[in-house]
């Protein structure tokens, strides 16, 4: 007896759109019936969009109630509504925005949630414990990369109140313009990754000797919190081991000198305790990637919920891709806690838009083969799907990229919408737990920070079933609620945070390289 096939299912996000998304595994075949009796004209791509009423051309296209684009040509009801018959709308002027015209309404506190936490000598917590080797530059790289394989094959194994050992990798450091202006940003990138709460206060740095971030630069006096009961001197002191000293005769020279110094950082980091800590120490990056169609009306949802929840329970957030939340900027600007953080908003986003002029490209140049592929046909779909994880708070303060986090609750730090660069520069930020959805898939993780990867789809949960940590693809099926996954990530962190449960990404050990930005002349 033949299966029975499975209803069509459309979501519809707001009460004005003229456009719905299929639902269903594998989409739907033309000549479907859908329940209000519209009859599909195509074959609809599960993810995809299908015009609702008659759109004529020029007509506005519009999901999530916002215009996405306009009819290139007459779209009957019933059509499949891709990304070649849409022309995209102008990005939203700068000036005569909504400025904290929101108010500052608080959302009522969540109170009696902790995790199992390492509180570092500066007042941060860790949720890893980790010796992080600081790279000035690119050169050292082969050289820390081989001293790691020995540290962990052979010191770590003392130690085992340390989760891991890490080689900050960068590809910057020399043949680069060091004092052009925007040089800034890659420089404080390394130097607060260099301090994540994860690193328990503990600098330690490989330097060739000739480069010209020369680690003073990168780490000057006053800039490592003094650690408990080692002295301002300690602390000013920097532990660097420079390659080309002359002490060092032959290679093996080098990388034992690195053991050496490691080992000193290994018995202090080895000493630390997990202790019960309140829920508002986490700080939490939300980011997007691989997305497709059910990132706004799935994952990305709960997690702006589960955002709300972080803020409710006094932590700090961090939502951040400046294209993927330039065509929201006017609900931005609203929700700004202040004028003065909404302006700062306007400078972000008005900076990055000099920069993609510059290399001669516009906010399009964001969306991917595969975001169409999951049905998003262009950047301000794509940016009102993603813009929900931020959730409804108001927003706190804004991070230039490569600034440290100043404060608790809702911050936009302004990063590329790149997964890998957008991540280093949460991490500089000071997050110590990342959130990130996808709809496609990716096995993108971090070794320094813990990432839960939310899937947008059963289907995708189910065939990467050891790659996705949380199915949001539940609540598109009606078996969950967006509060009840935002409600199960809010406990899957607490859990990841206490060193109780591990990442998939943790297990297997998939982590990225980080990317710093450097929007700054290479020599």
Known sequence: MPDTPAPALT???????????????????????????????DKVPQGH?????????????????VA??????????????????????????????????????ALPPLEGYTFEGYRNPDGSVGTRNILAITQSVQCVAGVTAFAVQRIKAELLPKYPNVDDVVALEHGYGCGVAIDAPDAAIPIRTLRHISLNPNFGGEVMVVSLGCEKLQPERLLPPGSIPIASGRGAAAADALDVVCLQDEAHVGFMSMVDSILRQAAVHLRRLDARRRETVPASELVVGVQCGGSDAFSGVTANPAVGFCTDLLVRAGASVMFSETTEVRDGIAQLTARAATPEVAEALVREMAWYDGYLRRGGVDRSANTTPGNKKGGLSNIVEKAMGSIVKSGSAPIAQVLAPGEKLRGRGLTYAATPASDFICGTLQTA???????????????????????????????????????????AGTIAEGRASIEDVGWQLFHLMLEVASGRQRTWAERWKLHNQLVLFNPAPVT
């Open 429 to 471: 930020a000071g997050m110590n737990l990342h959130v990130f959805t996808t709809g496609r898939g990716t096995p993108y993780g971090l070794a320094v920070v813990p990432v839960i990867k939310v899937a947008t789809r059963s289907d995708l949960a189910r065939r990467w079933h050891d790659l996705m940590d949380l199915n």
């Open 68 to 105: 996405i684009g306009h009819a290139l040509e007459d779209i009957p009801a019933g059509a499949w509504v891709h990304e070649r018959l849409l022309g995209m709308p102008p990005a939203r002027g700068l000036d005569d925005l909504p400025m904290a015209t929101r108010g500052t309404m």
């Open 11 to 41: 979501i519809r996000m707001h009460a004005d759109d003229n456009v719905a998304i299929v639902a269903n595994d594998g989409g739907l075949p033309a000549g479907t019936a859908l329940p209000g009796g519209l009859v599909l004209r």
């Open 49 to 65: 969009k299908v015009a609702l009423t008659d759109l004529p051309r020029g007509a506005a296209v519009l999901r999530y109630g």
